[in-house]
T-cell receptor, first 111, second 112 residues
Framework: GEDVEQSLFLSVREGDSSVINCTYT??????LYWYKQEPGAGLQLLTYIFSNMDMKQDQRLTVLLNKKDKHLSLRIADTQTGDSAIYFCADVTGTASKLTFGTGTRLQVTL | NAGVTQTPKFRILKIGQSMTLQCAQD?????MYWYRQDPGMGLKLIYYSVGAGITDKGEVPNGYNVSRSTTEDFPLRLELAAPSQTSVYFCASSYAGNQPQHFGDGTRLSIL
């Protein structure tokens, strides 16, 4: 079945850029999503990209998609302490558009 | 602007007890999903529904049942609670299969 992998932890200084990486295995993925989860909360949709796009920018967020390498990244510019959370990559496969999630990357922002 | 509402937020069960986790959405979404999230893991799909009266199994359906009698509600039932079902359960919905899923805040369930 589909597999989505992420590194578990990333630490950055406030004001720096953060880059969170994700790899997936299903070449038929149609959409790829980034969700943010703060402690004790549900998942908040951050952004998503269609599989026919290479890049999408949304304010401080930039998503890059390399379909050849099945690699997705999320760049957060000017990272703030409020960005500290777990970030999940997910891709959509199948007719019911079921999401397959990575294990999440915990982003720690230090002063 | 409620979105996806899950109740209860927390629950402790004894082994062998049963309970129903409630999920309701007010966005007139056709698709609804149940996931479980174990510590340090991503979300695993339990069951999903593409419309009222239609449900199907996800990746980890054993030990659970669902029903979808209305567009708004998608309850998840545990018949015989087991310690392996200790987890955080998330309900999600989307307007169509190719639209982003919106999540509730989760139900934290412990089985002792």
């Amino acid at each position: 079945g589909e597999d989505v992998e992420q590194s578990l932890f990333l630490s950055v200084r406030e004001g720096d850029s953060s880059v969170i990486n994700c790899t997936y295995t299903d070449s038929s993925s149609t959409y790829l999503y980034w969700y943010k989860q703060e402690p004790g909360a549900g998942l908040q949709l951050l952004t998503y990209i269609f599989s026919n796009m290479d890049m999408k920018q949304d304010q401080r967020l930039t998503v890059l998609l390399n379909k050849k390498d099945k690699h997705l990244s999320l760049r957060i510019a000017d990272t703030q302490t409020g960005d500290s959370a777990i970030y999940f990559c997910a891709d959509v496969t199948g007719t019911a558009s079921k999401l397959t999630f990575g294990t999440g990357t915990r982003l720690q922002v230090t002063l | 602007n409620a979105g996806v509402t899950q109740t209860p937020k927390f629950r402790i069960l004894k082994i062998g007890q049963s309970m129903t986790l409630q999920c309701a959405q007010d966005m007139n979404h056709n698709y609804m999903y149940w996931y479980r999230q174990d510590p340090g893991m991503g979300l695993k799909l339990i069951y999903y529904s593409v419309g009222a009266g239609i449900t199907d199994k996800g990746e980890v359906p054993n030990g659970y049942n669902v029903s979808r009698s209305t567009t708004e509600d998608f309850p998840l039932r545990l018949e015989l609670a087991a310690p392996s079902q200790t987890s955080v359960y998330f309900c999600a919905s989307s307007y169509a299969g190719n639209q982003p899923q919106h999540f509730g805040d989760g139900t934290r369930l412990s089985i002792l």
